[in-house]
């Protein structure tokens, strides 16, 4: 077993003599320990708060053959979007994968008792957890909705730790187990280059209003000279409709200019460009939309833009193009994709 990582504290069992945990009586003393789990205590100045902390304090229950899975594997395998709260802000308890019936729930993580093999599993910085792809599998089938579920797939292919297709294949295997159908209608309405929760929303949320459409995420547009436009963060290219989601980011002023005039260089090449502001009702937002294809439908001539990129231009768009760049690559071309 590998060291954790600096700044979390591991639990410890109690020691009668103090020196590798506190005696009983001292873990009395909640000034001076708190407890984490049954039978395991951190120093009381450990904040309880911090995610990977809580990981941690879970992960020491665990028995061989047992991982820490879902949100929370990921998290500790570096994904950027799994946070540890919920829609409401409340904690998400650390799913634990046990086969046995040896561990009970207990507050701060939740257990399920599949099983998988020892090659689904790693260690890492002292916590074994399952892989990403499996991990991805299981979110997804236990996901309180489908909506949920391809956003688990989405964020955990925005940090590049499990592709589409390396989900489907794990998800390809577990025929009979909870929730697959649901992994597997998640896998079809995937998308590797979504770069954030919100935009998964946006873009289901635009999917289902419009019948057939073909909707791309973060899918960069040229002129016909092969010069950028813009990146929208979803685009129906046959249509030639795109769509951004403003959070309070956009509040700003320099960001609001920057905004306007990409929007204005859109028009000029007949994109018609909606935003989901931040506060809009759905509905809000559908409405734009509808008037925006409506305009798409009234505009002739030919087309001045482009979503094929130019041949030097290096592609971001998927898993599989993103672990090929290089340190250097990555700084300069993915330094807009933010959390």
Known sequence: MEETRPGLVRPVHLDPTGRAGPTRGQARNPKRWRRSSFGFYVPAWVDADDVEQRILEASVVLRPFQAVTGWAALRWLGATWFSGVDARGERRPVDLLISTHDIDPQPGFVVCGEGTSQGNMRW???VRVTVPAWSVAFMMRYAPGLHEAVEALDMAAYSDLASIAEVAEVVGHQSSWT???????AI???????WSPREV???????????????SSNLPLFDRAGRHLGTP???DAAAGVAADYDGVAHLGREQRRSDRTRDELFATHGIEMVRWLSGDRPGDFLARLHRAYARAARRTGPRTWSAVAPPDWVSTTTVAARRALTDQQR????????A
């Open 179 to 185: 929730g697959v159908p649901q992994a597997r209608e």
């Open 201 to 215: 929303r946006l873009r289901l949320l635009w999917a289902a209003a419009v019948e057939g459409v073909r909707l």
């Open 233 to 235: 963060d979803v685009v």
């Open 331 to 338: 700084a300069r071309l993915l330094r807009y994709r933010t």
């Open 124 to 126: 890492v910085d002292g």
């Open 188 to 194: 079809a309405l995937g998308d590797e280059n979504a």
